[in-house]
């Protein structure tokens, strides 16, 4: 207790933002965001940017968080499905609407050359080693628009009605999270969502940019193994064994024709064999091969015909090989599987139409995703199902693009220890644009 009335002192002396923040805004939009990414906005971005903090153990992020929310307006719950924040702030009659930011860090030294470039270090809860914590997914752009989302809606509150509900999530890069505050019980305590929003970051889009599809923004994902036993033997005399490297090279061959030859052309899917384990020595046959896959797709169905595809192929290439029915590979589907994220089609078209007409057309663009990255936000939305938006904001200065397609450097990928967004444009979009769909949801009677 203590050490949190000595953080809320500081803020309120550092950071003299705080304490307009009742204050009504008189300014356009665009301009109070500016103003407020100004006076207080890029300091907290700057402060989360240096301060990462990994998957599950996310504890001063939350701290900040929590105060942040609790100091605009909102009543603040922490500890929700481990580190999870929720702060509601209640305006009336009208809907339940649920804006979700991610918040957690990776396990990743940071070399963008940036001046604020972070060099926290923090005990990794999966490996027990100290490791280098970076923002390479921007989370902290995701967190700083959600509390300058949270400020302009406690000080515009004429302008909707209804209950908003912000959640801080834990863990999405383990994709753990989400269902942990589902399983925490969030919708029965707090309520459940009429609408639930969501947005991300993105380092292939311009600056400022809002990328909205009618579809799928982000893939499905199963973590799958495939578990080969062998029968060992000494390498100078196969034919008294059973070669599981072999066997796993014809399995990993095999599982291409998948996505080649069994889904529709117009229907993506991935099977990536990312991890091939096996033996220990040049001359000894081993008795055991371990392949990892990461399994992605756009629907249900063609989830359905890539597992189904894979339990196939590598049972049938055991029978191949000659293994007896009871030492047939063993194909694992882990519990960290993860849904696609699927947009309500009409629900996307109402946001895109609020953000033309309050934002200008030129700042909405259509940039379909060229990979196949997964989100764990789904387990918000489906089961019960909710309608629900997720949109990209683009966060790199086009004298970026500019400068790769003249055979410059190449923009990082998110992941990259060379990873970096520009701050302002991203944050003030992000503002922007979520606080544009709340009020097209929200609309005053």
């Known amino acids: 207790m203590l050490k949190r009335l000595f953080i809320f002192c500081v803020l309120l002396i550092a950071a003299p933002a705080l304490a307009d923040v009742g204050e009504p805004v008189t300014e356009d939009l665009g301009a109070a965001v500016v103003a407020d990414y100004e006076q207080h906005l890029a300091g907290l971005f700057d402060h989360f940017h240096r301060n990462p903090e990994?998957?599950?153990?996310?504890?001063?992020?939350?701290?900040?968080?929590?105060?942040?929310?609790?100091?605009?307006?909102?009543?603040?719950?922490?500890?929700v499905g481990g580190t999870g924040v929720v702060a509601m702030l209640d305006n009336g009659e009208?809907?339940?609407?649920?804006?979700?930011?991610?918040?957690?860090?990776?396990?990743?030294?940071?070399?963008?050359?940036?001046?604020?470039?972070?060099r926290a270090k923090q005990i990794d809860p999966i490996t027990g080693n100290e490791v280098f914590t970076m923002h390479a997914c921007g989370h902290d752009v995701h967190i700083t628009s959600l509390v300058g989302t949270a400020r302009y809606m406690a000080t515009n509150r004429d302008q909707w009605a209804g209950t908003l509900m912000l959640i801080v999530q834990p863990a999405e890069e383990r994709?753990?999270?989400?269902?942990?505050?589902?399983?925490?019980?969030?919708?029965?305590?707090?309520?459940?969502p009429d609408y639930a929003l969501a947005f991300h970051v993105n380092s292939f889009d311009v600056a400022g940019t809002i990328n909205i599809t009618d579809g799928s923004p982000f893939a499905g994902a199963d973590t799958v193994d495939i578990v080969i036993h062998g029968v060992g033997a000494h390498g100078a005399s196969p034919h008294a064994g059973r070669d599981p490297i072999v066997l796993g090279s014809q399995i990993v061959l095999a599982l291409q024709t998948l996505v080649a030859r069994e889904l529709p052309p117009r229907s993506p899917g991935v099977v990536t064999v990312g991890s091939f384990h096996s033996g220990t020595k040049h001359n000894i046959i081993s008795d055991r091969a371990h392949l990892q896959l990461t399994v992605r797709n756009t629907d249900e169905e063609t989830r359905r015909v890539l597992l189904d595809g894979i339990e196939r192929i590598a049972k049938n290439m055991g029978r191949v090989a000659g293994l007896p029915e009871d030492k047939l590979p063993e194909v694992i589907v882990s519990n960290e599987s993860v849904p696609p994220t699927v947009n309500d089609a009409a629900l996307a078209r109402q946001l895109r139409d609020a953000w033309n007409g309050a934002l200008g057309q030129g700042r909405v663009v259509y940039n379909p995703t060229k990979g196949m990255g997964a989100e764990d936000f789904?387990?918000?939305?489906v089961d019960p199902d909710i309608r629900s938006v997720y949109w990209q904001i683009g966060g790199t200065p086009?004298?970026?693009?500019d400068r790769?397609?003249?055979?410059?450097?190449?923009?990082?990928?998110?992941?990259?220890?060379?990873?970096?967004?520009?701050?302002?444009?991203?944050?003030?979009?992000?503002?922007?644009?979520?606080?544009?769909?709340?009020?097209?949801?929200?609309r005053p009677e």
């Open 54 to 79: 990994l998957s599950t153990v996310e504890n001063e992020t939350a701290r900040r968080m929590a105060l942040e929310l609790s100091l605009a307006g909102f009543d603040v719950t922490e500890g």
């Open 404 to 442: 790769q397609a003249a055979g410059g450097e190449p923009v990082p990928s998110h992941h990259s220890p060379l990873f970096k967004i520009a701050p302002g444009p991203s944050v003030t979009a992000g503002v922007e644009s979520t606080v544009v769909a709340l009020l097209a949801l929200m």
């Open 378 to 381: 789904p387990f918000f939305t």
């Open 175 to 192: 994709v753990l999270g989400a269902r942990a505050m589902r399983d925490d019980d969030i919708w029965g305590r707090f309520g459940k």
């Open 94 to 118: 009208g809907p339940l609407v649920m804006m979700r930011a991610d918040m957690d860090g990776l396990p990743v030294e940071e070399k963008s050359g940036l001046e604020n470039a972070s």
């Open 398 to 401: 086009q004298a970026d693009f």
